[in-house]
């Protein structure tokens, strides 16, 4: 059974940038398939941010892509999402999810809320 | 990028009632690319559908997925206790970015 675990800070300051890590057990991620990061904001809808292939292959949100930067690290199989310059409209739980193709999510994290606040 | 309009926004039935849910898309949807998921209070959404009709591993037969073009439908045929919460659409054909609708909310009446 594939799981997933995000982990990171839950409160960023303004003007900093939120890194967060997915751990993935129960599949290798070097196998294939694309992962990615989806957010949503407290009490709203869901927003993709991007996803990447084992090899590295990027796809980002363009209304994000300027401070969206996703990576893997297959040797300790998980990947990472890094936002930069945030802002309190950033904070939103952040979930990481293996996808069916570029962008459906099949399987997800739990979530790990992070709040953008000085 | 493809702005998705899901209706009704809460939709209001008792337990064994029929349940159809609408998500109508901007633009075309290439390929019926089109997905559906289930969240519940305080967890992760869960796929229902992918390409428009085809339910992810261990959806109930309940629920079943149709449409093409700009107009898609989520029908749960009887609604069952777990069935209440919120359903998200989500096109991935014009991709990046993939969007999402505003999500209908299914409510025990």
């Known amino acids: 059974q594939v799981q997933l675990q995000e982990s990171g800070p839950g409160l960023v300051k303004p003007s900093e940038t939120l890194s967060l890590t997915c751990a993935v057990s129960g599949y290798s991620i070097s196998s294939g398939y694309y992962w990615g990061w989806i957010r949503q904001p407290p009490g709203k809808g869901l927003e993709w941010i991007g996803s990447?292939?084992?090899?590295?292959?990027?796809y980002y949100n363009p209304s994000l892509k300027s401070r969206v930067t996703i990576s893997v690290d297959t040797s300790k199989n998980q990947f990472s999402l890094k936002l930069s310059s945030v802002t309190a409209a950033d904070t939103a739980v952040y979930y990481c999810?293996?996808?069916?193709?570029?962008?459906?999510?099949?399987?997800w994290g739990q979530g790990t809320l992070v709040t953008v606040s000085s | 990028e493809i702005v998705l309009t899901q209706s009704p926004g809460t939709l209001s039935l008792s337990p064994g009632e029929r349940a159809t849910l609408s998500c109508r898309a901007s633009?075309?949807?290439?390929?019926?690319?089109l997905a559906w998921y289930q969240q519940k209070p305080g967890q992760a959404p869960r796929l229902l559908i992918y390409?428009?009709?085809s339910r992810a591993t261990g959806i109930p037969d309940r629920f079943s997925g149709s449409g093409s073009g700009t107009d898609f439908t989520l029908t749960i045929s009887r609604l069952e206790p777990e069935d209440f919460a919120v359903y998200y659409c989500?096109?991935?054909?014009?991709?990046?970015?993939?969007?999402f609708g505003g999500g209908t909310k299914v409510e025990i009446k």
């Open positions: 390409g428009a009709s």
């Open positions: 989500q096109q991935y054909g014009s991709s990046p970015p993939n969007t």
């Open positions: 990447i292939y084992h090899s590295g292959s990027t």
């Open positions: 999810a293996r996808h069916l193709g570029l962008a459906v999510a099949e399987y």
């Open positions: 633009q075309s949807v290439s390929s019926s690319y």
